[in-house]
C-alpha cells in the first residue's frame, strides 16, 4: 500500500520561511519523480514544483521560482520543499505526489500517488 505523507505546514508571517517534507513508503521511490502542488480554496489544484527520479534535475512553476526549493533524499524515501519569502497569496493545502513517467509532467491527473495535504497559512 503506498503511502505519501506531508508534514511540515502552518501558519507563518508574510516574508517567513517553511520546509515541507513528504515521506514515502510502499513503492520503490528513486524510481519515481516528485511533485508538490497545492490547492488553495475555491481554486483547482495547481503544479508548484517536480524532482526527477535521481534529484538531478528539478522545474517549478513561475509562482514557484526564486522562493522554492524541492529536494529529496532517496535513502530516505523524502521529497521536501523549502520556501522561502512566503505571501498571503501562497496560501493553500499543499500536496505531494509521485510520477511513474520518464518525463517531467505538470498535470494534477498526470501523477499516479498523492498525500492527505498539509494546511500552509500566510499572514500577511
Known amino acids: 500500500q503506498v503511502q505519501l505523507v506531508e508534514s511540515g505546514g502552518g501558519l507563518v508571517q508574510a516574508g517567513g520561511s517553511l520546509r515541507l517534507s513528504c515521506a514515502a513508503s510502499?513503492?520503490?521511490?528513486?524510481?519515481?519523480?516528485m511533485g508538490w502542488f497545492r490547492q488553495a480554496p475555491g481554486k483547482e489544484r495547481e503544479f508548484v514544483a517536480t524532482?526527477?527520479?535521481?534529484?538531478?534535475?528539478?522545474y517549478s512553476a513561475d509562482s514557484a521560482k526564486g522562493r522554492f526549493i524541492i529536494s529529496r533524499d532517496n535513502g530516505k524515501n523524502t521529497v521536501y520543499l523549502q520556501m522561502n519569502s512566503l505571501k498571503p497569496e501562497d496560501t493553500a493545502v499543499y500536496y505531494c505526489?509521485?510520477?511513474?513517467?520518464?518525463?517531467?509532467?505538470?498535470?494534477?491527473?498526470?501523477?499516479?500517488?498523492w498525500g492527505q495535504g498539509t494546511q500552509v497559512t500566510v499572514s500577511s
Open positions: 505526489a509521485g510520477d511513474r513517467a520518464v518525463g517531467f509532467r505538470t498535470a494534477v491527473n498526470a501523477y499516479d500517488y
Open positions: 524532482i526527477r527520479w535521481s534529484g538531478t534535475t528539478t
Open positions: 510502499g513503492l520503490t521511490f528513486s524510481l519515481y519523480n
